[in-house]
C-alpha cells in the first residue's frame, strides 16, 4: 500500500469527490422533486419521523459497527500476509450485526405505535396512524442499509473507494422515481416503498469490490475471535456517540411537532441545504484520511500532519461558505425549493432553518477530522463523553428556545451542540494524545473569523443590493464571500491558502 498520508490520499480524496458529488446532487434534487409534490406539510412532516424511527435500531448498531471495523480491518490490509486473506474478525461482526437488526426491526416495528407518541407528541390520531405505517415499511430497509455501511468499509480499508461513493446514485434514482411518478397518487407510502427498493439497491452496487479485493463475506459466529474481540471493544462508545445523534434528531422533531405544521420539514430541508456542501466536499475528502490515519497510529508526527492537513482542507472550504448560507438564506432556499407545493412561507420557514444551522457545517467537518482521529487511536471514550454533554445542550437548547424562536430555536440549539462538541473534542484529542498541534489549529480558526466577518460585510451590502432572481443573487453573493475569502488568505499568507490549488492538482494527476 502507499504510504499513508501520500499522494494517493490526495488522489482518493479527488476521485471520492468527483463520485460523491453525482450522488449527492441526485439526493439533492431527489429532494427538490419531493419538495415540489408534497410541500411542507402534515405528510411530509410523518414522513420524516418515520425515517428517525428507524434510525434508532439501524444507527445504534450499523454504524457503530462500521466505523469500528475500519481501524482493524485497515491494519489487516496493510500487512502483506492478510491484505488479501479475508477478515474473520470482520465476517463475525457482519453477522452479528445482521442478526441483531433483523431482530431489532421486529421488535420496533410491534411498537412503532407506542413509540410514535413519545417521539412525535404534538401529532393528531391520523398523522400518527401515517407514522406508524410508514415506520413498518421503512424498517424492512434497515438491514440493507446496515449491509452497505459494512461492505462500504470493507472495501475502504483496502483503498477501493469508488463503489461506496456510488451508491447514492441508484438510491437517489429510485426515489425520484418514486415520489414523481407514484407519489401523486399513492402519496408518502411510495416514498416509503421507494426507500426499501433504493436500498436494496445500495447493497447490490458494494458487491463487486468484494471481488476485487479477493475476500468474502461468510456467516461466522466465533465471537471469541481475535479481530472481533478488537471490534467490539471500540463499539459500546461508538454505539452511544452514534445513539445520541439520533437522540438529537428525534428530540429535534419531536419538539417541532409541537410548533406549526411544516415545521419538521423546514428544519430537515433546512438541515439538508446545509450539510449539502459537508456531505459534497468535506466528507468524501475526508473518507480516505480515517483509514490512513488509522494506519499511522504508531507514528504520531505523520498522524499530526494529516489531522491538521483535514483541518485546513475544512475550515478552508466551509467558512466562505457558512457566510454564505447565513446572509443569503432565503434567495438560496427559493433555488433549491421555490417551485411546485413548496410555497413562499415555505421557503421563508426553511431560510430560518438554514440561517441558525449554518455554524454548523463548520462544526460537523471539524469534528469529523478530530473524532476519527480518537477512534483510531483506540480513544472512544473521550467522543462518547462530549457527545452526552453536547446532547444535553441540544435538549435544553431545544426546550428553551424552540417555545420562544420557533424553528430557530431548534437550529440554534443544534448549531451550539455541533460547536460545543467540536471544540471539545479538539481540546481532548490535544490533552490526551498530542494528536493535533492546538497552537496551529486555533491560528487557522482566528484567520478564518477574522476572514469571515469581512467578507460577510460585503455579502450582507449585496443582498440587498442585488436586484433579481434568486440565482443571481447567489452567485453574486457566493463569488464575491469566496473570492474575498481566498483573497485574505493569500494576503495573510496563510498555509491554508494552498488548499484550492493542492486539490486541483491533485485532480490534474488523478
Same mark, same amino acid.
Not at 406549526?260 to 446545509?274: F, N, P, Q
Not at 473524532?371 to 487511536?377: F, K
Given at each position: 500500500?502507499?504510504?499513508?498520508?501520500?499522494?494517493?490520499?490526495?488522489?482518493?480524496?479527488?476521485?471520492?469527490?468527483?463520485?460523491?458529488?453525482?450522488?449527492?446532487?441526485?439526493?439533492?434534487?431527489?429532494?427538490?422533486?419531493?419538495?415540489?409534490?408534497?410541500?411542507?406539510?402534515?405528510?411530509?412532516?410523518?414522513?420524516?419521523?418515520?425515517?428517525?424511527?428507524?434510525?434508532?435500531?439501524?444507527?445504534?448498531?450499523?454504524?457503530?459497527?462500521?466505523?469500528?471495523?475500519?481501524?482493524?480491518?485497515?491494519?489487516?490490509?496493510?500487512?502483506?500476509?492478510?491484505?488479501?486473506?479475508?477478515?474473520?474478525?470482520?465476517?463475525?461482526?457482519?453477522?452479528?450485526?445482521?442478526?441483531?437488526?433483523?431482530?431489532?426491526?421486529?421488535?420496533?416495528?410491534?411498537?412503532?405505535?407506542?413509540?410514535?407518541?413519545?417521539?412525535?407528541?404534538?401529532?393528531?390520531?391520523?398523522?400518527?396512524?401515517?407514522?406508524?405505517?410508514?415506520?413498518?415499511?421503512?424498517?424492512?430497509?434497515?438491514?440493507?442499509?446496515?449491509?452497505?455501511?459494512?461492505?462500504?468499509?470493507?472495501?475502504?480499508?483496502?483503498?477501493?473507494?469508488?463503489?461506496?461513493?456510488?451508491?447514492?446514485?441508484?438510491?437517489?434514482?429510485?426515489?425520484?422515481?418514486?415520489?414523481?411518478?407514484?407519489?401523486?397518487?399513492?402519496?408518502?407510502?411510495?416514498?416509503?416503498?421507494?426507500?426499501?427498493?433504493?436500498?436494496?439497491?445500495?447493497?447490490?452496487?458494494?458487491?463487486?469490490?468484494?471481488?476485487?479485493?479477493?475476500?468474502?463475506?461468510?456467516?461466522?459466529?466465533?465471537?471469541?475471535?481475535?479481530?472481533?474481540?478488537?471490534?467490539?471493544?471500540?463499539?459500546?462508545?461508538?454505539?452511544?456517540?452514534?445513539?445520541?445523534?439520533?437522540?438529537?434528531?428525534?428530540?429535534?422533531?419531536?419538539?417541532?411537532?409541537?410548533?406549526?405544521?411544516?415545521?419538521?420539514?423546514?428544519?430537515?430541508?433546512?438541515?439538508?441545504?446545509?450539510?449539502?456542501?459537508?456531505?459534497?466536499?468535506?466528507?468524501?475528502?475526508?473518507?480516505?484520511?480515517?483509514?490512513?490515519?488509522?494506519?499511522?497510529?504508531?507514528?504520531?508526527?505523520?498522524?499530526?500532519?494529516?489531522?491538521?492537513?483535514?483541518?485546513?482542507?475544512?475550515?478552508?472550504?466551509?467558512?466562505?461558505?457558512?457566510?454564505?448560507?447565513?446572509?443569503?438564506?432565503?434567495?438560496?432556499?427559493?433555488?433549491?425549493?421555490?417551485?411546485?407545493?413548496?410555497?413562499?412561507?415555505?421557503?421563508?420557514?426553511?431560510?430560518?432553518?438554514?440561517?441558525?444551522?449554518? !455554524? *454548523? +457545517? @463548520?462544526?460537523?467537518?471539524?469534528?469529523?477530522?478530530? $473524532?476519527?482521529?480518537? =477512534? /483510531? &487511536? %483506540?480513544?472512544?471514550?473521550?467522543?462518547?463523553?462530549?457527545?452526552?454533554?453536547?446532547?444535553?445542550?441540544?435538549?435544553?437548547?431545544?426546550?428553551?428556545?424552540?417555545?420562544?424562536?420557533?424553528?430557530?430555536?431548534?437550529?440554534?440549539?443544534?448549531?451550539?451542540?455541533?460547536?460545543?462538541?467540536?471544540?471539545?473534542?479538539?481540546?481532548?484529542?490535544?490533552?490526551?494524545?498530542?494528536?493535533?498541534?492546538?497552537?496551529?489549529?486555533?491560528?487557522?480558526?482566528?484567520?478564518?473569523?477574522?476572514?469571515?466577518?469581512?467578507?460577510?460585510?460585503?455579502?450582507?451590502?449585496?443582498?440587498?443590493?442585488?436586484?433579481? !432572481? *434568486? +440565482? @443571481?443573487?447567489?452567485?453574486?453573493?457566493?463569488?464575491? $464571500?469566496?473570492?474575498? =475569502? /481566498? &483573497? %485574505?488568505?493569500?494576503?495573510?499568507?496563510?498555509?491554508?491558502?494552498?488548499?484550492?490549488?493542492?486539490?486541483?492538482?491533485?485532480?490534474?494527476?488523478?
Amino acid at each position: 500500500m502507499a504510504r499513508p498520508g501520500g499522494r494517493s490520499i490526495s488522489r482518493a480524496a479527488v476521485l471520492v469527490t468527483g463520485l460523491t458529488a453525482v450522488s449527492t446532487l441526485l439526493g439533492f434534487l431527489r429532494d427538490v422533486v419531493i419538495a415540489a409534490i408534497f410541500g411542507a406539510g402534515a405528510q411530509l412532516d410523518a414522513y420524516l419521523v418515520a425515517q428517525g424511527l428507524m434510525n434508532i435500531v439501524l444507527g445504534l448498531v450499523a454504524y457503530a459497527m462500521a466505523r469500528s471495523a475500519t481501524p482493524v480491518v485497515a491494519r489487516e490490509a496493510a500487512t502483506e500476509e492478510n491484505g488479501c486473506k479475508g477478515h474473520t474478525g470482520f465476517n463475525v461482526a457482519f453477522t452479528v450485526t445482521m442478526l441483531v437488526l433483523g431482530v431489532g426491526s421486529v421488535i420496533m416495528g410491534i411498537f412503532a405505535a407506542p413509540v410514535t407518541s413519545l417521539i412525535a407528541p404534538g401529532f393528531d390520531a391520523g398523522e400518527a396512524a401515517t407514522v406508524t405505517m410508514l415506520t413498518r415499511i421503512i424498517l424492512i430497509a434497515t438491514v440493507l442499509v446496515a449491509g452497505t455501511d459494512l461492505l462500504a468499509a470493507l472495501a475502504q480499508s483496502h483503498g477501493r473507494f469508488a463503489w461506496a461513493s456510488l451508491q447514492g446514485v441508484p438510491f437517489n434514482l429510485i426515489m425520484i422515481a418514486a415520489a414523481g411518478l407514484f407519489g401523486p397518487q399513492y402519496g408518502v407510502s411510495a416514498l416509503a416503498v421507494g426507500f426499501v427498493v433504493g436500498s436494496a439497491a445500495r447493497l447490490v452496487l458494494q458487491l463487486p469490490p468484494l471481488r476485487s479485493i479477493g475476500t468474502r463475506v461468510r456467516p461466522r459466529l466465533a465471537l471469541k475471535d481475535p479481530g472481533f474481540r478488537e471490534i467490539a471493544v471500540l463499539v459500546p462508545p461508538m454505539l452511544v456517540g452514534s445513539a445520541i445523534g439520533n437522540i438529537n434528531t428525534l428530540v429535534d422533531r419531536a419538539v417541532g411537532s409541537t410548533l406549526e405544521e411544516g415545521a419538521i420539514t423546514a428544519l430537515s430541508y433546512g438541515w439538508r441545504l446545509v450539510n449539502l456542501p459537508e456531505q459534497l466536499l468535506i466528507a468524501s475528502l475526508l473518507v480516505p484520511l480515517y483509514p490512513a490515519i488509522s494506519a499511522s497510529v504508531g507514528n504520531l508526527p505523520e498522524l499530526k500532519r494529516l489531522v491538521n492537513r483535514g483541518l485546513s482542507v475544512t475550515v478552508t472550504i466551509l467558512v466562505p461558505l457558512c457566510v454564505v448560507l447565513a446572509i443569503a438564506a432565503v434567495p438560496l432556499v427559493e433555488l433549491a425549493f421555490g417551485r411546485g407545493a413548496f410555497s413562499r412561507e415555505d421557503i421563508e420557514d426553511t431560510a430560518t432553518a438554514v440561517a441558525w444551522y449554518a !455554524p *454548523a +457545517l @463548520l462544526a460537523l467537518g471539524f469534528r469529523q477530522v478530530v $473524532v476519527s482521529t480518537s =477512534y /483510531a &487511536l %483506540g480513544d472512544s471514550k473521550a467522543p462518547v463523553v462530549v457527545a452526552v454533554v453536547a446532547m444535553i445542550v441540544n435538549i435544553v437548547g431545544d426546550i428553551l428556545l424552540a417555545p420562544v424562536m420557533g424553528v430557530a430555536g431548534i437550529a440554534l440549539a443544534t448549531s451550539a451542540s455541533l460547536v460545543t462538541a467540536a471544540l471539545a473534542n479538539a481540546w481532548l484529542l490535544h490533552r490526551r494524545h498530542d494528536g493535533v498541534d492546538l497552537r496551529t489549529a486555533v491560528a487557522l480558526l482566528l484567520r478564518a473569523a477574522v476572514l469571515a466577518a469581512i467578507a460577510a460585510g460585503v455579502g450582507l451590502l449585496l443582498v440587498n443590493v442585488v436586484d433579481g !432572481p *434568486a +440565482l @443571481l443573487t447567489c452567485a453574486v453573493v457566493a463569488i464575491a $464571500v469566496c473570492g474575498i =475569502y /481566498a &483573497l %485574505g488568505l493569500i494576503a495573510l499568507r496563510a498555509p491554508e491558502r494552498r488548499v484550492p490549488l493542492d486539490m486541483i492538482r491533485a485532480a490534474r494527476r488523478r
